[in-house]
Structure formats: structure tokens, C-alpha cells
């Protein structure tokens, strides 16, 4: 069954650590996202793609980096320079045209220790 | 960007219907609307969207207004399994991301 994948589901870090979140999806999209979730709010972008090799700066982009090698995957950091990571992060892709939805992965909780 | 407004909070008993508002005064001719649901801890998930005319799928209906500054997501018999956030969204024809923007949106709660 085609989907997206996010691992790990619950991951913890120490202060000053990056980690890396990782996003694939068998979908064969163009598109693919992250957003920030904090608790009994609603998602914020934090970069997208629309190509490979591709990315743009979405609300909230500081303290984070991507990349896009690959049209599969679209693997999230996030740095020491993320002041508040503490979050559920989300992984999404699209087709690019707009008469079709995001297909969401289930989520990784991140946990600053 | 076009942005939506949603209640924060709504409430059904069980197997009755639900009507699940949105406002979307500054919605574009070539905007898209879309619902998502939320359970906890879960990525947010598909329900339906549509342009202009009403759409109904195995989930829900959409009704959205003639002037498509305000739509509506119907749940025909609300289950204890529909208790979710649901968000309304709009999606554009540019910056697929940025146009893509989820507010906090509206609870529904599901009393048995």
C-alpha cells in the first residue's frame, strides 16, 4: 500500500543536539512538507517542497534545515539553534495540483531532555 | 494568504447529524477547500474537498455556499469514532505550501 512513513515515533534529545527526523513516502508526489504541531494547536510549516532538489522557507523555519535528494525522502533537522523543539512534527506530500489533498504521516514527538 | 475561521468547539450526541462550519471570506477564485480530521496524536487525515459545486464521499458531505465565502462539513450520523479536530483549509493554484495554512480548528466532541 502506497503511504508515508515517519520514523522515529518518539524520539528525545539532549540540549544542544541536532536530530534528524526522516519522511518518506511511496506516493510518488512532488510535493512534501513539515509542520510543527505544539499541544491544542494547529500545524505550522516549517519548509516544503514542490521538486527535488528544491525546498522554501515556511512560517517557522528557524532552527531547522532540509534537504530533498531524492524524490522518496525529505528528512528534517533540527539543530541546536531551534530554541523550543519540544513538538509533534508532522511529514505530509502532494501532488503539486490543488484539486488534491495532503497525505500526512503519523507524526514523530520530539522531546528536548 | 487566504486564511479560514473555524469555531473552537462543537458538540453532538451520537447517530445525529453534525454541521461543521467555515469561513473563508478571502477565498480566490481557483481556492480549493479542504477538511482534514485530527485524532490525537495522529497525523491529520482526508475527509473531502471541493470548488464550488456540494461534494459527498463515504465520510461526509460539503456543502459550500454560492458565493463560496463560507462552507460546510456535514457528518450525516455522528459517531463516537468522528470525535477529532477538523480543520478547513484552503488550497491554491500558488505556494502550495504557504497556502496551505492549518489553524487551530474546530473539537467535536461526541457524547454517547
Known amino acids: 500500500d502506497g503511504g508515508i512513513t515517519q520514523s522515529p515515533k518518539y524520539l528525545f534529545r539532549k540540549e544542544g543536539q541536532n536530530v534528524t527526523l526522516s519522511c518518506e513516502q511511496n506516493?510518488?508526489?512532488?510535493?512534501m512538507y513539515w509542520y510543527r504541531q505544539d499541544p491544542g494547536q494547529g500545524l505550522r510549516l516549517i519548509y516544503y517542497?514542490?521538486?527535488?532538489?528544491?525546498?522554501q522557507k515556511g512560517d517557522i523555519a528557524e532552527g531547522y534545515s532540509v534537504s530533498r535528494e531524492k524524490k522518496e525522502s525529505f528528512p528534517l533537522t533540527v539543530t541546536s539553534a531551534q530554541k523550543n523543539p519540544t513538538a509533534f512534527y508532522l511529514c505530509?506530500?502532494?501532488?503539486?495540483?490543488?484539486?488534491?489533498?495532503?497525505?500526512f504521516g503519523s507524526g514523530t514527538r520530539l522531546t528536548v531532555v | 494568504d487566504a486564511k479560514t475561521t473555524q469555531p473552537n468547539s462543537m458538540e453532538s450526541n451520537e447517530e445525529e447529524p453534525v454541521h461543521l462550519p467555515c469561513n473563508h471570506s478571502?477565498?480566490?477564485?481557483?481556492?480549493?477547500i479542504h477538511w482534514y480530521r485530527q485524532l490525537p496524536s495522529q497525523g491529520p487525515e482526508y475527509v473531502i474537498h471541493?470548488?464550488?459545486s456540494n461534494v459527498n464521499n463515504r465520510m461526509a458531505s460539503l456543502a459550500i455556499a454560492e458565493d463560496r465565502k463560507s462552507s460546510t462539513l456535514i457528518l450525516h450520523r455522528a459517531t463516537l469514532r468522528d470525535a477529532a479536530v477538523y480543520y478547513c483549509?484552503?488550497?491554491?493554484?500558488?505556494?502550495?505550501?504557504?497556502?496551505?495554512?492549518f489553524g487551530p480548528g474546530t473539537r467535536l466532541s461526541v457524547l454517547p
Open positions: 505530509a506530500s502532494s501532488p503539486t495540483d490543488q484539486n488534491y489533498g495532503y497525505t
Open positions: 506516493l510518488n508526489h512532488d510535493a
Open positions: 517542497s514542490q521538486i527535488v532538489n528544491d525546498f
Open positions: 478571502t477565498i480566490s477564485g481557483t481556492d480549493y
Open positions: 471541493g470548488l464550488t
Open positions: 483549509i484552503l488550497r491554491g493554484l500558488i505556494n502550495y505550501g504557504q497556502n496551505f495554512v
